[in-house]
């Protein structure tokens, strides 16, 4: 009866770190789309949202089914109520994606963001993708070491996105109102994509050492 158990505790594991690696895809298309006005793949995107929101509501119903037949205690119950956690922050990150392909579709054909911050946002995708699958490694192998990076990783988000903010606020900006409200939406986007990341990053490190990050 354990060994069912923990197939299934092992099979919700695998859930999280499959969403997790739908929404590191999801970030590097979405910016691919905004950097090249590619409104087919902001539609790929945009669509896509509707399969990771599925994916998630899935995987929570069979963990509320878990809980209700095998009634765990303890660290099982931990691990359980930490998955649910995870997942909705999984698929917020999810979510900061969609924002990111729905404004390349609001401009298209048009760019939204000026030539001369498109090195900002390259990096900011890069490293967004990178931080989601690293997060991925975490969920699968409980790495606390690991999880600790991801919090370093953010630094690099939150620096890129002050760079951003610097050059929307500066005396020589000349692209008006109106793309300044995009790439702040943007920027943010960008930036709670990744704080989500930390947050299933301080959850896993959590789960191991009952310890908070």
Known sequence: MRSVFQDELD?????????????????????QSILTSDLKLAEEIIASDVTIDDFQHDLD??????????????????ALATALRMSADLERMGDMAHHVAKITRL?????????????????LGKAAEKIAKKTALVIGT???????E?????????????QLI??????NWKHG???AVDLTLLGRYYERYADHAVSVSRRVYFLVTGKFA
């Open 11 to 31: 099979s919700v594991s695998q859930s999280l770190v499959d969403l997790c690696e739908k929404v590191s895809g999801t970030i590097q298309k979405a910016t």
């Open 61 to 78: 119903a069979r963990i509320i089914d878990i809980v209700a037949r095998q009634q765990p205690v303890a660290s099982d119950l931990r």
């Open 107 to 123: 401009r298209h054909p048009d760019s939204a963001i000026p030539a001369e911050l498109h090195p900002i946002f390259d990096a």
């Open 142 to 148: 409980r790495n606390t070491d690991m999880a600790l």
């Open 150 to 162: 991801i919090e370093r990783d953010d630094d690099e988000i939150d620096d890129l996105h002050r």
């Open 166 to 171: 610097s050059a929307l606020v500066a005396p």
């Open 177 to 179: 109102v109106e793309t």
